[in-house]
């Protein structure tokens, strides 16, 4: 079983996003706008993706 670090303590009324190595941390009283921006392009991405792989199927 491979030890995982456990999560670093965070401030009041902050949380982590994404995933390791590269989340980061937000703190949803002064930042909350960049949560969502966030979060906004990951699934902007994954519907790009999907798209393309529908179209693939058509294809064929």
């Known amino acids: 079983m491979k030890c995982r670090k456990p999560m ?3 401030p009041e009324d902050c949380v982590m996003v994404g ?3 590269n989340w980061e ?3 949803l009283r002064t930042q ?3 949560l969502t921006t966030r ?3 990951e699934h902007e991405e994954r ?5 393309q ?3 693939e ?3 064929k």
Not at 47 to 51: G, I, S
């Open 8 to 10: 670093p303590d965070l």
């Open 19 to 21: 995933f390791e190595p």
């Open 53 to 55: 792989k529908d179209e």
């Open 39 to 41: 979060f906004r392009k």
């Open 47 to 51: 519907l790009r993706v999907q798209a």
């Open 32 to 34: 909350p706008r960049k």
């Open 25 to 27: 941390m937000i703190n």
């Open 57 to 59: 199927h058509h294809d």
